[in-house]
T-cell receptor
């Protein structure tokens, strides 16, 4: 099956610093990648959709200047949380849609636990 | 805007019981519906994916059905085991987005 990796799996940073999370599709090319956020005991909420080589589309209420998304290649997307604050502490999960997909199935990474102190 | 509702929010059963988790969605214009499992602090494990043209999918002790016209899906778990304890998420794939329900937290006691 298609594999999506995320790095790091867990990160702790101080308030005011920036953190970059990588999402890679290991055995397929992903024209579209998605970033989700999950707060404790809540479901996944879509933050943004990124297509390779173009600007990401952010969901309402998600600050694009705070959550920088770069989808520079067909196998890599990055999410940078800039000037992180404790309220940004959450579980961030990426997902990738194969470019050849005919079944519209998204594959999910294992998630990154961000803690901002 | 698609809304996905899962009932019940939590379920506690003794080992061996058969159980049904419910998922409903408001917009029937979907590509597929997917059931996931999530263990505490972990990512998602895909269990079953049902295409919009299909009515059910089976994998081992799991069976998922889809009634697109009524906006409903059920996940049936046969002979539940303590290892089935987790949160089960239903997600519906529309034209551009995958919308998740809030999940059903399942606890199977020995």
């Amino acid at each position: 099956g298609a594999v999506v990796s995320q790095h790091p799996s867990r990160v702790i940073c101080k308030s005011g610093t920036s953190v970059k999370i990588e999402c890679r599709s290991l055995d397929f090319q992903a024209t579209t990648m998605f970033w989700y956020r999950q707060f404790p005991k809540q479901s996944l909420m879509l933050m943004a959709t990124s297509n390779e080589g173009s600007k990401a589309t952010y969901e309402q209420g998600v600050e694009k200047d705070k959550f920088l998304i770069n989808h520079a290649s067909l196998t890599l997307s990055t999410l940078t949380v800039t000037s992180a604050h404790p309220e940004d502490s959450s579980f961030y999960i990426c997902s990738a849609l194969p470019g050849t997909a005919s079944v519209h199935e998204q594959y999910f990474g294992p998630g990154t636990r961000l803690t901002v102190t | 805007k698609q809304e996905v509702t899962q009932i019940p929010a939590a379920l506690s059963v003794p080992e061996g019981e058969n159980l049904v988790l419910n998922c409903s969605f408001t917009d029937s214009a979907i590509y597929n519906l997917q059931w996931f499992r999530q263990d505490p602090g972990k990512g998602l494990t895909s269990l079953l994916l049902i295409q919009s043209s299909q009515r059910e999918q089976t994998s081992g002790r799991l069976n998922a059905s889809l009634d697109k016209s009524s906006g409903r899906s059920t996940l049936y778990i046969a002979a539940s085991q303590p290892g089935d304890s987790a949160t089960y998420l239903c997600a519906v794939k529309g034209y551009s987005t995958l919308t998740f329900g809030k999940g059903t937290m399942l606890l199977v006691s020995p």
